[in-house]
């Protein structure tokens, strides 16, 4: 089955513990994204990859970052996590560089920072 | 920098209505629009894709149209269903070139009602 799949799902950490989100796909897409959504601000894009080793800043990157080092994972590092990066993350993906093509989602992590 | 605007965070209708959600734009005019449907605590998942020289698309009970004039994306579900209650979210690029960061509305809730 075609998906894009996080883990974990549900995480409660504390200010400062390194944490780290993985995303994968398993359609071959090149470009991957990530987002978090919180109440009346929606979502907003983080990172997102064009393909393998290229990475580029989304909206709101400050305090995260990411690795492309395989086409199918894009994991998300949160070297230093604060309380305002309690949120609903969403990873995504979609067939080559056209931004046309439809994005596919993950379920999404709930993140809460003590 | 492109801004995305959904006029309505709540739209209510009666079951068997037209719903019909805003999407407005700021600035240039995107070379695309997209539609999502967000369940509460899942991921969005991809409706239509309409284009900067298409007026309208259609897909079964949905329509959006895209009118350069009024720098507005309308969507469009009719008979619409209980069942057919989620958060509508339209995407665009951040700036009107390839490999750019994506933007999302903050999204319309719509509750269909029996």
């Known amino acids: 089955e075609a998906q894009v799949t996080q883990n974990p799902r549900y995480l409660i950490t504390v200010t400062g513990k390194k944490l780290t989100v993985t995303c994968s796909q398993n359609?071959?897409?090149?470009?991957m994204s990530w987002y978090r959504q919180d109440p009346g601000l929606g979502l907003r894009q983080i990172y997102y990859s064009m393909n393998v080793e290229v990475t580029d800043k989304g909206d709101v990157p400050e305090g995260y970052k990411v690795s492309r080092k395989e086409k199918r994972n894009f994991p998300l590092i949160l070297e230093s996590p604060s309380p305002n990066q309690t949120s609903l993350y969403f990873c995504a993906s979609r067939q080559g560089r056209g931004a046309y093509n439809e994005q596919f989602f993950g379920p999404g992590t709930r993140l809460t920072v003590l | 920098s492109q801004k995305i605007e959904q006029n309505s965070e709540a739209l209510n209708i009666q079951e068997g209505k037209t719903a019909t959600l805003t999407c407005n734009y700021t600035?240039?005019?995107?070379?695309?629009l997209q539609w999502y449907r967000q369940d509460p605590g899942r991921g969005p998942v991809f409706l239509l894709l309409?284009?900067?020289?298409?007026k309208e698309k259609r897909k079964e009970r949905l329509k959006v149209t895209f009118d350069t004039t009024l720098k507005q994306s309308l969507f469009h579900i009719t008979a619409s269903q209980p069942a057919d209650s989620a958060t509508y979210l339209c995407?665009?690029?951040?700036?009107?070139?390839?490999?750019?960061?994506?933007?999302f509305g903050k999204g319309t809730t719509l509750s269909v009602s029996s």
């Open positions: 995407l665009t690029s951040g700036a009107n070139q390839a490999g750019t960061a994506l933007i």
């Open positions: 359609m071959n897409h090149e470009y």
């Open positions: 309409i284009r900067e020289n298409e």
């Open positions: 600035n240039y005019s995107p070379a695309y």
